[in-house]
């Protein structure tokens, strides 16, 4: 109890000797030397307006001006030179400047021949025709020798043929040649053929057409019988030996005249 009773005196003693007035003029903590009134305010405000103004004005101006100038200037000159058709050139392999050809043509081995005019590039073409005869009363031209060529007219025994033709206006001849083109119808032997007109007359190599195949060009030269100049010219041409036989697809007469 006693000692209670000296703590309460001890603590009374004490309270008269402290102020807790804290307001003190020795410790003005609101001084202006010290403002610790820290400005918190910061400037948050964060410039956030982004340019998003893109410029999406693209340039769509695309230079569309196509140059639509066609050229119409079309070329209107037309070639009114006429072309002169060539004028026909031998094929036997003959020299000539002027020709005169035709061709034995049938149906089949053993039907008649007839004659197709191939060629005929002479000065006068107003006598002009071609056939086959013989000393027989009866006789038909025979095409043959469809199995081992392209056949023609079967020139054997007494049959021979007949050309009509002009040299009127012609130019000197040089060179006149008779080619036949065919072969020799006979299995043993070979062949020949002879002419005649009112001139003159003459004759292949005997034996000079083959009786192979294929067909071949055989040639005489026949100026003396082919002069120029005459508007009535009748040319002959027959089988000769040895085979007394030929098998005849074409005719050429070439002239070499200038």
Known sequence: MKRLLLVLGLLAACGDGLDSDSDTDGWDTDTDGWDTDTDSDSDTDTDTDTDTDTDTDTDTDTDTDTDTDTDTDTDTDTDTDTDTTPAAKCISGATGTHVARFKWNGSGSGSRAWVSYEANSLPDTSRWKAGAFARSTSYNPVYQDTFLGPGGLELSGTVFMDIELSTAGLPPVRKATIALYGRSYSTGSSGSFSWRTFSGSGASPYGGVANSTPYA??????????????????????????????????????FDAR
């Open 217 to 254: 060009w055989y040639t005489a030269d026949a100026t003396a019988s082919l002069p120029a100049g005459d508007g009535g010219v009748l040319l002959r041409i027959e089988p000769e030996g040895p085979s007394n036989s030929l098998v005849v697809n074409e005719v050429e007469i070439c």
